[in-house]
């Protein structure tokens, strides 16, 4: 299970703090057994070259952060 969030990440004694670390963490607790869960953001800036298949579910989920 892995979430994948883009945006500023604030480091401080080894912790990491920030919008996209919460929303990563939601998206991972969302995801189910060997399954990957990106922000639209995140999806966009895989370049295209790389031969990643995306798959898209036809609803969106609302994110509380």
Known sequence: Q???A???VVEVDGDCYGDAV???SRLSDLS???QIWA???VIEQVPAETGTTWLRGTSRTKLRT
């Open 2 to 4: 892995i979430g994948v």
């Open 32 to 34: 189910g057994a060997d």
């Open 39 to 41: 922000t639209d953001s």
């Open 22 to 24: 919460n929303v990563a």
């Open 6 to 8: 883009c945006g500023e």
